[in-house]
């Protein structure tokens, strides 16, 4: 009887560890996809990028690697959103703070708010009569560079239709200048991508109407559209024709269009070697 209580016990025992190896697998299974999942790398459109402000500090739920929050601040270039007003006319434009040492703070400060307000002088709007909203967003803020975008419209009279308007500022945060599009990509080559099958568009009211548009732009006129590309510090009276930034090694162009398809389109461009 003894016997066959043992032999009893021994199969129960048994049952009792293959049963929990099993359990034990599939748990450690869901672990391990979970924690996949949250340390794989996200990949976002660029609309979404755009929309979205560049976290400057770790997420509260990673404790464990979290640094020390005086050394986070440290290392971050703060920025804050201040409006220039003048009549109707109400443009935003960021501050920065905490740069690198050695950067030209105030030199820079100066400059990112004299381009994004440098569209009141170039199309003389008069504060008193013009109607004109301009939201800046800060695409990306690390402490090398910076890029801003600027979005909204303006009017020259209240009986004048709403012109919308896109523009762009490049700053390099330790040299305390601005970022042009020839100093990463060739106005020609840029050109010949717009005319070709292979573009891709970022931004566009009706995407084929565009690019039949783009490509009846002879190729001359585009390559100097895009020699026009972008801020220069020395040009204060007058925007430029287009305006880019480059993000994650994608290059993106802000190009004008006819005012029945939205007035301007950004293209997408992916270099071969990235």
Known sequence: MKKHIYILAAILLLSTLSGCKSKEKVDLSGIHTTEA??????????????????????????????????????????????????????????????????????????????????????????????TARVKCSVLSLDRKKAIFTYTGFYKTDDNSDETTIFYTTNVDLVKGNLIVLSDYADAYTMAGYMHSDDCVFNHATDRAKVHAELKATDIETLTEILEDCDFRADVSDRLPRSFSYELGGDIFMAVPVSHELGGYAIVWYTPDTK
């Not at 990949?43 to 404790?63: F, I, L, N, V, Y």
């Not at 290392?75 to 703070?97: H, M």
Request: proline share 10%.
């Open 37 to 130: 999942e949250t340390l794989s790398p996200t990949t976002a459109a660029p609309e979404t990028a755009a929309s979205t402000a560049p976290q400057t500090e770790p997420s509260s739920d990673a404790k464990e690697t979290k640094p020390d929050k005086s050394s986070s601040d440290a290392l971050s270039v703060r920025s804050k959103i201040a409006t220039e007003k003048q009549g109707k006319i109400s443009i935003e434009y960021p501050i920065l703070s905490n740069l690198p040492s050695g950067s030209p703070t105030d030199a820079i400060n100066a400059l990112i708010k004299e381009k994004a307000t440098q569209f009141i002088t170039a199309y003389k709007l008069n504060p008193e009569t013009a």
